[in-house]
């Protein structure tokens, strides 16, 4: 399913839906194949001595968890990587350009600490560019932090909400409720919002924020975590379609992002993280394919009747292997794996994400 560059002319192929591995680009605006098609996620990571986009130590709105460089990672070349799809080129991310074609605009990343790990790089590649950043201003209420650029009126925003639906406080404990979605009212105000989940799904004991479960009218201690997930996308989906002004806001969903800790599943069996790794894989396969979690993401928005747009960067996230902050984090030193440093992949999801923006506007 998807949207292809063809000649002139942008063809639908599946449902009337915007969910596809590429996307619909104008002619020259992002560049055409040989066959005049591209799908912009798949392809390969190549070394581009002009990368990084800004210099992450100059950026203030980094938090040390992600900031390896600071944090004393001695390699540098994860960081000279970019995303060169198969059969075309991406623009580079153009910040000054970014900065005025959304002025006035409201963007909000909403989800877990991936969306925090995307919401500050983007912070970063407009701040690298700001003439005055003295007119940068930063605050923070509750689950919400803003980043408004003054002199463009641009706020960007990060929400966090780690399930979507919402977690409650009951006479029994916090209950996770599959089928509620509160904060909705504050999302769809929003000019572009930027979802993601899966992260928290899995944890369990001390890191688990909630204590029941409750489906429907049944309240459970635990259930099949995979079947929750499914069931809260379908919660979020049906408030998507039944809530959000698409006139006024665009709606993305970002793919499941992956954790290096099991080399088994890069033909590695010995390795067990990521501290070593200084280099992605090569090509544009993973060995073990796609989580489980991304074929459910992507069954839910399927399903979705309103032009949701799927930011498909899975499998291109799972070969960069060496863009975790590892040790490097600020955090007690321990292991990190899941997240990402900033400078680094986060740049490219941005990068993507500016791309679909511009070949629609």
């Keep these: 399913m998807g949207y292809w560059v063809q000649g002139w002319s942008c063809i639908l192929v599946g449902v009337a839906v915007i969910f596809s591995g590429g996307m619909c680009l104008a002619k020259g605006e992002v560049g055409e194949g040989e066959e005049g098609k591209c799908d912009i996620y798949e392809g390969s990571w190549v070394v581009d001595e002009s990368y990084p986009m800004y210099n992450s130590t100059l950026c203030p709105h980094i938090r040390r968890e992600f900031d390896c460089q600071t944090y004393g990672r001695p390699d540098k070349l994860y960081l000279r990587y970019k995303w060169q799809p198969k059969d075309c080129d991406l623009p580079r991310f153009d910040g000054q350009d970014f900065l005025r074609r959304f002025k006035g605009k409201k963007i909000m990343y909403i989800g877990d600490s991936i969306s925090l790990n995307q919401w500050q790089s983007m912070v970063c590649l407009l701040y690298a560019v700001v003439p005055d950043q003295s007119r940068i201003f930063q605050n923070a209420n509750g689950p919400l932090t803003t980043v408004i650029f003054q002199d463009y009126d641009l706020s960007i925003m990060v929400f966090h909400s780690p399930y979507l639906v919402d977690i409650e406080i009951e006479e029994i404990g916090r209950v996770l409720k599959l089928d509620s979605l509160k904060n909705g009212s504050i999302w769809k105000t929003n000019d572009i919002v930027i979802f993601n989940t899966w992260l928290w799904w899995y944890r369990s004991g001390r890191a688990q924020p909630w204590d029941y479960i409750q489906d429907g009218d049944q309240i459970k201690k635990d259930m099949d975590r995979m079947v929750a997930f499914k069931k809260a996308l379908i919660t979020w989906a049906k408030w998507v379609d039944s809530n959000v002004d698409f006139n006024k806001t665009q709606v993305f969903f970002r793919g499941v992002t992956p954790a290096h800790y099991d080399g088994k599943e890069w033909d590695e069996p010995k390795v067990t993280n990521c501290s070593k790794e200084t280099q992605p894989i090569s090509g544009s396969t993973y060995p073990s394919g796609l ?70 506007n």
């Excluded at 590892?326 to 500016?354: F, K």
């Design 291 to 360: 989580p489980q979690s991304s074929y459910v993401l992507e069954g839910v928005l399927s399903g979705v009747t309103k032009p949701v747009q799927f930011l498909n960067i899975t499998t291109l996230s799972q070969l960069r292997k060496d863009g975790h902050p590892s040790m490097y984090n600020g955090v007690n030193r321990s292991m990190d794996c899941t997240h990402w440093c900033i400078a680094g992949v986060p740049d490219t999801w941005n990068q993507l994400l500016y791309a679909t923006l511009i070949s629609q």
